[in-house]
């Protein structure tokens, strides 16, 4: 079982590389004053038919030829389940997939963030022709990391590159203690 939020994040997004998606959305959603925590994953990759989509939610099921178990999508519906929340998985053939849940922030069963910076660089390693959007939001405020906006910035540099990836890890590490000012606890 995966042991906290960022290691499902990253489960999810690489099925989106190898669902051949050119963009995907990162966005995290969690208010203390509220008591939830929402969490979702989109793209705009190949897609998924309806028996995909409910055969995708048995952790038995996978397309991979690396490994026998399909974990992403199976451990957030379970959290979701876990945590008295609820699950959303949406997606057509040719236009993407959504994967989300919402639960109550304070429910004890909620696993831990992890290291979401370290996530987020090894996604743009793993794939720098996506376009990698994280968007995070808690009652203290809100940042928005594009990597399109980045490498407009950086023009014929490489996302890649080492002093790159660590702007770009030391950038989501400072965002996140701002965001966690005031009671967030990402």
Same mark, same amino acid.
């Not at 990759?45 to 952790?59: I, N, R, S, V, Y």
């Not at 790159?164 to 030391?170: C, E, F, G, K, S």
């Not at 400072?174 to 966690?180: I, P």
């Given at each position: 079982m995966m042991q906290d939020l960022a290691m499902a994040?990253? +489960?999810i997004?690489?099925? %989106?590389i190898r669902a051949r998606a050119c963009c995907v959305q990162i966005t995290l959603w969690e208010s203390q004053k509220h008591d939830f925590l929402k969490l979702e994953v989109d793209d705009d990759?190949?897609?998924? +038919?309806?028996?995909?989509? %409910?055969?995708?939610?048995?952790?038995?099921y996978t397309t991979r030829t690396t490994r026998r178990i399909g974990l992403g999508i199976?451990?957030?519906?379970?959290?979701?389940?876990?945590?008295?929340?609820d699950f959303t998985l949406r997606s057509q053939p040719g236009r993407g997939t959504h994967i989300g849940l919402c639960v109550r922030k304070s429910h004890w069963d909620v696993?831990?963030?992890g290291n979401l910076a370290e996530t987020m660089i090894t996604l743009i390693q793993a794939s720098e022709t996506i376009r990698w959007i994280l968007e995070v939001r808690t009652d203290s405020g809100e940042f928005h990391l594009d990597t399109a906006e980045i490498q407009?910035?950086?023009e014929e540099v490489s996302l890649c590159e080492p002093s790159?990836?660590?702007?770009?890890?030391?950038y989501i590490e400072?965002?996140?203690?701002?965001?966690?000012r005031e009671g967030g606890t990402l």
């Open positions: 994040i990253l +489960d997004a690489n099925n %989106a990759g190949c897609g998924m +038919d309806e028996q995909t989509c %409910a055969q995708a939610q048995d952790p038995f199976p451990f957030f519906k379970g959290i979701a389940q876990q945590c008295q929340g696993p831990p963030w407009k910035e950086l790159i990836l660590i702007w770009i890890r030391d400072e965002q996140l203690r701002e965001v966690q």
